[in-house]
């Protein structure tokens, strides 16, 4: 199994920055693609951005866009995701997951899951 640990979350203003990171244990982080997804109050968990286990490839969503920066240490077994020019809406808690599999955009394509962090963005 993988344990995942985020942190980094807090409040911010409109138009700050945050740092995510995502500890993982266990299995060796570097056979895992990796992802970050979120999860505002009354809505369902929405993809954020994915990192392949090289890091050669990332995806991010088209709402974060141009804001969000995904990478990965793994010799630090860290996932990070910088968040810039933050919203209200981007108020969510936010996730990092593991994938034994090719990156994805779909929750159910991913196999281990952190207890997230909160981030909110006061206007």
């Known amino acids: 199994q993988v344990q995942l640990v985020e942190s980094g979350g807090g409040l911010v203003q409109a138009g700050g920055s945050l740092r995510l990171s995502c500890a993982a244990s266990g299995r060796t982080f570097s056979n895992y693609a990796m992802g970050w997804f979120r999860q505002a109050p009354g809505k369902e968990r929405e993809f954020v951005a994915a990192?392949?286990?090289?890091?050669?490839?990332?995806h991010v969503s088209d709402s974060v866009k141009g804001r969000c920066t995904i990478s990965r240490d793994n010799a630090k077994n860290t996932l990070y995701l910088q968040m810039n020019s933050l919203k209200p809406e981007d108020t969510a808690v936010y996730y990092c997951a593991a994938d034994r599999g090719r990156v994805g955009r779909y929750t159910d394509e991913y196999d281990y899951w952190g207890q997230g962090t909160q981030v909110t963005v006061s206007s």
């Open positions: 990192i392949s286990w090289t890091g050669s490839s990332t």
